[in-house]
């Protein structure tokens, strides 16, 4: 599967964005789809996930009540609503795929076959 990321761009703190990510090929919905994010000098972390039916999704604590992860796989898509947006939020985000019969959603990178190319966000002050 092939993953295309969009919707990056530069806001101001306390905006929204949306990230898009759409998946090529067959049978999307037998991937489980996350996004991380990678800030200058960082490693990169797990931002959210969702599972392959939708039913289950887990945050990191630091965006919890902000971000919310979805997903149509009618339309191979699977989307990031980000609100109070925060310069700490800057950084490149990555959407992943893993292929697995499983719901659930381990936080590391390992565990996602697939990544897009990466949108960059940038919140400023």
């Known amino acids: 599967v092939q993953l295309q990321a969009y919707g990056g761009g530069l806001v101001q703190a306390g905006d929204s964005l949306r990230l898009s990510c759409v998946a090529s090929?067959?049978?999307?919905?037998?991937?489980?789809m996350g996004w991380f994010r990678q800030a200058p000098g960082k490693e990169r972390e797990f931002v959210v996930g969702?599972?392959?039916?939708?039913?289950?999704?887990s945050y990191v604590d630091s965006v919890k009540g902000r971000f919310t992860i979805s997903r149509d796989n009618a339309k191979n898509t699977v989307y990031l609503q980000m609100n109070s947006l925060k310069p700490e939020d800057t950084a490149v985000y990555y959407c992943?795929?893993?292929?697995?019969?499983?719901?659930?959603?381990?936080?590391?990178?390992?565990?996602?076959?697939?990544w897009g190319q990466g949108t960059q966000v940038t919140v400023s002050s």
């Open positions: 969702i599972s392959r039916s939708g039913g289950t999704t």
């Open positions: 992943a795929a893993d292929m697995t019969y499983s719901e659930r959603l381990p936080p590391y990178d390992i565990t996602y076959n697939y």
């Open positions: 090929g067959r049978a999307f919905n037998r991937y489980n």
